[in-house]
């Protein structure tokens, strides 16, 4: 199973972005799939994830500006982002807390590639 990023990109502060997350494989279920962001210089940290109910848990830093979303059906997450800050800049993450395959098989903290976002002007 593999988690694929996409949406980065540069934009000016105040704008907005959409990243999206899709995981591919034969996948049975998903757990809790989430964004992380990794600015130069700094640890990781979570900026949101949600539950395959829909239970969504934001950072303080991003709340009332990005909102997480996901499509069980496509085994995708998203982050919309808007109000974006030059502080948002950093690569970001998505993470999958455990995918069940198919054929049975368990994967713990699955993590896509990362995507660059830069806010900028």
């Known amino acids: 199973v593999q988690l694929q990023a996409s949406g980065g990109g540069l934009v000016q502060p105040g704008g907005s972005l959409r990243l999206s997350c899709a995981a591919s494989g034969s996948i049975l279920s998903i757990s809790i799939m989430g964004w992380y962001r990794q600015a130069p210089g700094k640890q990781r940290e979570l900026v949101a994830h949600i539950s395959s109910g829909g239970w969504t848990e934001y950072v303080n830093s991003v709340k009332g500006r990005f909102t997480i979303s996901r499509d069980s059906a496509k085994n995708a997450v998203y982050l919309q982002m808007n109000s974006l800050k030059p502080e948002d800049t950093a690569v970001y993450y998505c993470?999958?807390?455990?995918?069940?395959?198919?054929?049975?098989?368990?994967?713990?903290?699955?993590w896509g590639q990362g995507t660059q976002v830069t806010v900028s002007s």
């Open positions: 993470k999958a807390d455990r995918i069940i395959r198919r054929d049975g098989v368990y994967e713990y903290d699955v």
